[in-house]
Each structure stands twice: as structure tokens, then as C-alpha cells.
């Protein structure tokens, strides 16, 4: 079986939209420890920092929703066994 070629398209539009966010980067970014001025990381550094820090916020916020439900799961698991109870 051949395997099919994947393309991956970039919208060149968005470069200015990249470039407008990097401006709200920290001036100092830690990378693996060390830390560097941001005016001095390459536009796609700064591209791929900004895609880091926008992923971390997502599932950050995912891990947030995630433990919600599981709580009103609990809760609801908790009243559907007391009306059971009730109803025995």
C-alpha cells in the first residue's frame, strides 16, 4: 500500500499576525534553562514560543474543565446512589 503525500499549507496572511503577536512575548523567554532577550530569538522561535505558550493555556484550561466535570460526575454519581438508596 503507498503511502500518500502530505502537504501542510501555510497561510501567508497570517505573517503579520505573527509578527504583531510576538510583540506581546516577555522580553525574556527560559528555554531549557537558559534564558534569552527575545529581541534576539529569530521571528521562528518566536513563532514557535508563541505556539507554546498558546498550547500550555489550552490544556491548562482543558486540565481546568477536565477536573470540573469529574467533580459533578462525583456528585452526580453520589445523589443517583442516595436515591437509590432512598427509593430500596
Do not use: C, R
Request: glycine content about 2%; proline content about 2%.
Amino acid at each position: 500500500m503507498e503511502q500518500e503525500e502530505s502537504t501542510f499549507h501555510i497561510n501567508p496572511n497570517t505573517e503579520d499576525s505573527w509578527s504583531e503577536a510576538s510583540k506581546k512575548l516577555p522580553k525574556t523567554l527560559i528555554i531549557d534553562g537558559t534564558e534569552y532577550k527575545t529581541s534576539e530569538l529569530s521571528d521562528k522561535t518566536k513563532k514557535l514560543a508563541l505556539i507554546y505558550i498558546n498550547d500550555s493555556s489550552i490544556v491548562s484550561q482543558f486540565k481546568e474543565l477536565l477536573a470540573l466535570a469529574e467533580l459533578g460526575l462525583s456528585t452526580i454519581s453520589k445523589e443517583v446512589q442516595e436515591t437509590i438508596e432512598e427509593n430500596s
